[in-house]
């Protein structure tokens, strides 16, 4: 899927480049300041109610409502045909399987890490409960509905069960993300078991579904600036100067999450795993940290992560070729941990108290979401968002931290791409025999 990830990351890049981001970021700035100057001249003056409930309320939700309705299509797509290329390269299926379990076993640490950061510095807490109450009302039907629904949901052990879906229809139209996803992993498999002409069209039929929804949340995205500002002049209109500083500490535990997994797990794996000294890794991969970094993309970034597992890490070529390019959609630790703060902050933002059990949802979710989550910028907003309404948390909540993403993604894309060499290092390494043994006919 490289050239095809390219020219998809080449459509997409106006999601997170240059003018757009600009509008964005003003979008987020212009609303805050009106928002905290009409909280500041008139708090609670019945104007600000009928400015949310008439205008920028439905602005907000018009852009939320487009998002959703792309998400099904491009989280399905995007799915099952990741699954689906991990067994493409036949001689290369014991190292899928181990890119699997490798994947699935990081993001797991992974998200527990952002999870207990979370949950230890709650850095949503202390908001005033009833303006929360209020926005939460204001929700409209939507929120309300989606609370409403998330509070029926079964318990325990009927709440595992659930996640197989008896319908995958119905549970597409009750946004039961982890019963479709469910059913995209199965389709998925499916599709790699049967490999015939007709099931190679499917696949690149599905593709083709991929390509579109990512176009189209790229034009979605066009209405960024105006949501934004709606967005936020509607919360900090209700909240305050408190915003502010709720919006800092979110900011400081995403990079602090991060920044465990890049300086604690990863030295850890290397060190452990494949045998090579941290320092030196860190130092040969500088060039795809940059350009990661700079491009909030893992899919750019994917030639120059290619080269250097070459050129500096001297990892074998079959391997670190066939780990990157899977590892550059489906192997994104950094978009898992974001994910998992930005729900549980938000979920303490607007005061919605998660169960042990939810967390667990959300932990499930957040690691299949880092399978299914495109590596462009900007690529995990939809899954947020869907995610923030599957567990009852208003999903306009997405405005507040929409302001302050192009800099997380940067972040959180450095560790996508930097977790991909860690992966393709220790695969190698593990891999020996494999890559030594000569072909079996
Ligand atoms: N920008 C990220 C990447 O390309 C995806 C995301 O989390 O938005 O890896």
Redesign the pocket.
Known sequence: MSSDAEQIAQEAAPI?HGRLQWRILMGFVLGLAAGLLAYTLSPGAPWIDTVVTYITGPVGQVFLRLLFMLVIPLLFSALVVGIAEMGEIRALRAIGLRTLLYTVIVSSIAVAISLACVNLLRPGDGVDPAAARDLLAQGGEGAASIVAASAESDAGVNQLVAIVPSNVISAMAENDILAVMFFALFFGIGLLLVQTPRTGQLKDAIEGVFEVAMRLIGLVIQLAPIAIFCFMFNLSAQFGWDLLAKLAAYVGVVVLALGLQMFGVFPALLALVARKSPLAFFRETREASVMAFST????ATLPTALRIADSELHLPPNIARFVLTIGATAN?N??AM?EGVTVLFLAQFFGVELTLLDQLFVMLVCILAGIG?????????PVVALILAGVGVPPQGIGLILGVDRFL?MC??TL??VGDLVAAQVISATSREVVAAPPTG
């Open positions: 997170g909030a993309s893992s899919n994104q950094g978009t974001f989550t495109a590596g462009v910028p900007g690529g995990s907003l993604d959180r894309t996508n791409v």
